[in-house]
């Protein structure tokens, strides 16, 4: 399975975009995917998940309430709803997913079987 990510690009502070991952060459069945992101000097961290029913969602504190993750399973597509954009989102971002359901290990990055690759997301203040 492959899978691109796209939508990343220059915004302002307080502005918006939304990312979008396909996943291609295979299906994302009973899995979590979600979108993780590293800044230069940082570890990487998972930013949002979401389950295969959609009723099960993690986001990182920083962004509750700013950012909607959002999966389309006939599809194998996710999307990320960016809002209220700050500085410090800026990152290089990665769609990733799994087949074992296993949300906690997934935000860790510990269970995740594919790596999409990363779409750059700068922020300016």
């Known amino acids: 399975v492959q899978l691109q990510a796209s939508g990343g690009g220059l915004v302002q502070a307080g502005g918006s975009l939304k990312l979008s991952c396909e996943a291609s060459?295979?299906?994302?069945?009973?899995?979590?995917m979600g979108w993780f992101r590293q800044a230069p000097g940082k570890e990487r961290e998972c930013v949002a998940a979401?389950?295969?029913?959609?009723?099960?969602?993690y986001y990182i504190d920083s962004v509750k309430g700013r950012f909607i993750i959002t999966r389309d399973k006939t599809k194998s597509t996710l999307a990320l709803q960016m809002n209220d954009l700050k500085p410090e989102d800026t990152a290089i971002y990665f769609c990733a997913a799994e087949r074992r359901g296993w949300m906690v290990a997934f935000t860790t990055g510990r269970s995740v079987d594919f790596w999409g690759w990363g779409t750059l997301v700068t922020v300016s203040s």
């Open positions: 979401i389950n295969w029913s959609g009723d099960g969602q």
């Open positions: 060459g295979g299906t994302i069945s009973s899995g979590v």
